[in-house]
């Protein structure tokens, strides 16, 4: 089983509805990110949070560290969102240093249908 | 844009071929990361780099070698690579060690096919 564990793997959505992807880790962390790949590869970093709430025009990222739980949403959903999303966590080693490396989710891959 | 930038963007190799991967990043960061995008796998880390120094190797088979002469530019230096070692390998930096609890920042990637 994986530290981190997303779901639904594939969604499918059409223009304008609300969407939410959730991350479940196993792990401590010292934070959990959100990453966007688009079609082709590249990677941008969307989020990176430890605690509550943030939000940046149409996305939101929550967690909930004693659930061990982070979800993102997207608010009126468009095409131009249609992309996979992936969690990572940074695990806190013992002495709280994170030492760099992130583990990875599987993946959620989103398409939104005009 | 994110200003990590990866040469070249495809690369179709045989296994006796002996090829490298570039990374560059224009942000002024100070750690380099490798990684490695199989199908229907999670990304994997394979190296880390710190000041030029590396830092972790999550256990990556010989036949891959990293080489980092400053702390703008990474390579990885590909022999005798396997068919299954065809995947999308990902370069990151992030101002600061420890890039777990800072934004990494990521280049396009490298779509590399063994065959």
Not at chain 2, 26 to 39: D, E, F, R, V
Not at chain 2, 63 to 91: G, W
Request: proline share 5%; aromatic share 8%; net charge positive.
């Amino acid at each position: 089983k994986n530290e981190v564990e997303q779901s639904p793997q594939n969604l499918t959505a059409q223009e304008g509805e609300f969407i939410t992807i959730n991350c479940s880790y196993s792990v401590g962390i010292s934070a959990l990110h959100w990453l966007q790949q688009h079609p082709g590869g590249g990677i941008v970093s969307l989020f990176m949070l430890s605690s509550g709430k943030k939000k940046h025009g149409r996305l939101i990222a929550t967690i909930n560290i004693q659930e061990k739980h982070s979800s993102l949403h997207i608010t009126a959903s468009h095409p131009r969102d249609s992309a996979v999303y992936i969690c990572a966590a940074s695990p806190k080693y013992a002495g709280g240093t994170s030492y760099g490396k992130l583990t990875f989710g599987q993946g959620t891959i989103l398409t939104v249908h005009p | 844009e994110t200003g990590v930038t990866q040469t070249p963007r495809h690369l179709v190799m045989g296994m006796t071929n002996k090829k490298s991967l570039k990374c560059e990043q224009h942000l002024g960061h100070n750690a380099m990361y490798w990684y490695k995008q199989s199908a229907k796998k999670p990304l994997e880390l394979m190296f880390v780099y710190n000041f030029k120094e590396q830092t972790e190797n999550n256990s990556v088979p010989s036949r891959f070698s990293p080489e980092c002469p400053n702390s703008s530019h990474l390579f990885l230096h590909l022999h005798t690579l396997q068919p299954e070692d065809s995947a999308l390998y990902l370069c990151a930096s992030s101002h600061k060690f420890g890039g777990g609890t800072d934004t990494q920042y990521f280049g396009p990637g490298t779509r590399l096919t063994v065959l």
